[in-house]
């Protein structure tokens, strides 16, 4: 494919999975101009698509618009149908990339998408992997999967590369606009095109690189912010054992230059955090015994669980028995105002309070199932748990919260800090936040 077809967009391009990630990468595509198939297995998305509706539910900026716009260009199709493949010249892979029980890696979406790719592929094109995969999956998995199928010889009848993503919900069209890239090639050609392609619609920079450095360095990225995420955790029941505020730690702490603690919370979930650290050290098990990434992730998932012992915590301090409290879940969606409840660490508290007999509702304004009423489910509550803080919970704010509950002393548990402890109190709960007791 010479750099030019790509410049003058006479690339045809596919994007193989659109879901969060690859569907706003192919109407990006389609939006600058380029002929753009989006193939996906699930039916019904792909006919919501077609008629201009946004599947992604939580706040995403620009995406809306950008569905309803690009379909009615016609320059974006969205299909089922993997023949459609045959005369694309540059194909994307977005599919899930999730993990198993035991942490190793679940492929049998990237299999079985690389199997329909390798059926219908032509000679000379190029695929291009964008979902995040384990160090040497390139090679071990990508490469065999689609050789093994067509028996195309890699760099003479195809182009293979990895281009990982960074974007995440509630900024997808930011993040790929804007967050700079990599792309790790098999050889110059494809690391060429990627970048000119990369860089001419999206406006960001892409550094070229070999596919193994590509795969460590995207799951390092989300790695550096598990390990992160726990450290800031541990440092939040640190300030409760104190006696201290992990946030004016925090605050304080980040003053020196060089330091970037993050936000300790109720809980990390999302596709890609809790599983991207065992992606990252999946491939490397048999010749080191990783301490410090395992470490990390079991500090994070012990966060729900100290969700649950604030709660508790402040049954006691108003001499209640915590199974006798009727609780109201805030936020089942993993972040601020997503939809998304992947690997969310609601799910974990839910059990959690399901086997110590405390009886549960849950609201959420962005998640379907969830959608209630918040002044009817908070009208009998004794005590709110907050798991993610929607822009909705805070604007009802204290007020609006003490107002809703009848109770006569209201627990706030506060699992993203959302809400001041002086003021809640004020209000008359019993404040308990994650490292701010
Ligand atoms: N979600 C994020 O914020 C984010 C950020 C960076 C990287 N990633 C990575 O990007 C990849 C995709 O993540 P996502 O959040 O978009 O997942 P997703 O589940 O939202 O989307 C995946 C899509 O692929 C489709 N699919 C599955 N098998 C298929 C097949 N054989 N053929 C065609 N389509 C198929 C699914 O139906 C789904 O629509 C993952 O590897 C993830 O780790 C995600």
Known sequence: ??????????????????????????????????????????????????????????????????????????????????????????????????????????????????????????????????????????????????????????????????????????????????????????????????????EKVLGIKVDITDPLTAEIVKTGENTYRDVQIAFAN???????????????????????????????????????????SWLLIHGAKDSISTKLIPLARSINNFMPHHMYDLLAMAARQIDVKVEDLKVVVLGFAYDANSDDTRNTPTTDLIEILAQNKVKYTIQDPYVDEYKTDLKKDLKDADAIILMAAHDEYAKTGLKGLREMIKTKTPILVDGRNLFDKQKAEKEGFIYKGVGNI
């Open 1 to 198: 494919m010479p750099t030019k077809k790509i410049t003058d967009k006479k690339t045809k391009i596919a994007v193989v999975g659109i879901g969060y990630v690859g569907l706003p990468v192919a109407l990006l595509f389609a939006k600058a101009g380029y002929d753009v198939v989006g193939l996906d297995v699930d039916e019904d998305r792909v006919a919501r698509i077609m008629t201009g509706e946004n599947p992604i539910k939580g706040r995403e900026p620009g995406m809306d618009e950008l569905v309803k716009n690009v379909v009615k260009t016609k320059k974006f199709i969205a299909t089922t149908d993997a023949t459609k493949l045959a005369d694309r010249d540059m194909i994307m892979v977005a599919v899930q990339t999730p993990v198993e029980e035991d942490h190793s890696p679940r492929y049998e979406a990237l299999r079985a998408a690389l199997k329909s790719i390798a059926r219908h592929m032509k000679r000379g094109a190029q695929i291009v992997i964008e979902s995040t995969i384990a160090p040497t999956t390139m090679e071990k998995v990508v490469r065999p999967a689609v050789e093994h199928e067509n028996g195309y010889d890699l760099n003479k009848d195809y182009l293979l590369a990895n281009c990982p993503e960074r974007v995440m919900p509630g900024r997808l069209i930011y993040n790929l606009t804007h967050y700079d890239r990599l792309v790790g090639a098999y050889n110059k050609k494809a690391g060429d095109n990627v970048k000119a392609l990369y």
């Open 234 to 276: 541990e440092m939040a029941l640190l300030s409760e054992a104190y006696g201290a505020n992990v946030w004016k730690v925090r605050e304080l702490l980040n003053k020196c230059p060089g330091r970037n603690m993050h936000y300790p919370g109720a809980g990390v979930g999302g596709h890609c955090i809790p599983k991207d």
